[in-house]
């Protein structure tokens, strides 16, 4: 059951409503007036639904008319952490703190928390106070690795942005399966994703109607014009 628990206004005539669904916090943000559509906002690794990042996302979506829901992540944000969580953070943070490749534990990780997330993605969308059919999903690194299964067993989903993520057999199998139209990010010199694997990955996507946007920079350097131009592509 989703128990909305604050609301804050924003600037712009943007709410923000803060709840809980099934133990999982949450928050939801609508722009005023009726929204166009709904967008996903799965948080990055280490994020939260009040990061700043997630904030600023939700405020470019909210000044096109679309409201957002994100959550937090297991393991992330206002949600404990388990002895296996702690377990695999303190092994990525070590091999990442030594410059030794953290990939493939940052992989498996990943794919552990998409395994709890997308039923709890599931369930809040049924929970949600929004009956339009316009359905999108932006995330990106450990957002992509639990909005690319989400959005392949998901058929409210209308479109996605993805990317700053590698392949992985799941991830490929999953990428095979979605038929939407999808963008996907890639910072050319990112420390955390091979450039191989995040262009293997895009290539595993079999939708027609994929584009691929590369940029200079490391794994937090996306431009903000491709934040804008991913708000445009999910508004239409």
Known sequence: MMHFTSTASHAHGVTRRDFVHDGVPGAFW?????????????????????????IARAHRCAAAGLAVVTLDAPGHGDRPRTAVDERYITGIRTRTAAGQDAWELIAEYNALLASQAIPEWRSVLDALPFSGSRIGFWGTSMGSAI???????????????????????????????????????LQWDDQ?????????????????????????????????HESDSAVAFLAR
């Open 192 to 224: 955390l994703v091979a450039r191989d694997a995040g262009l293997a990955l895009f290539d595993a996507f079999t939708t027609p109607h994929k584009s691929l946007h590369a940029n200079p920079g490391g794994h937090g350097d996306v431009p903000d």
């Open 30 to 54: 609508t722009p005023e007036g009726e929204p166009t559509g709904l967008v996903l906002g799965a948080p990055g690794g280490g994020q939260h639904t009040h990061a700043p990042g997630v």
């Open 147 to 185: 909005g690319i299964p989400l959005v392949a067993a998901e058929p409210r989903v209308r479109a996605a942005v993805f990317g700053l993520v590698g392949a992985t057999e799941g991830l490929v199998l999953a990428a095979a399966r979605i038929t939407v139209p999808v963008r996907f990010l």
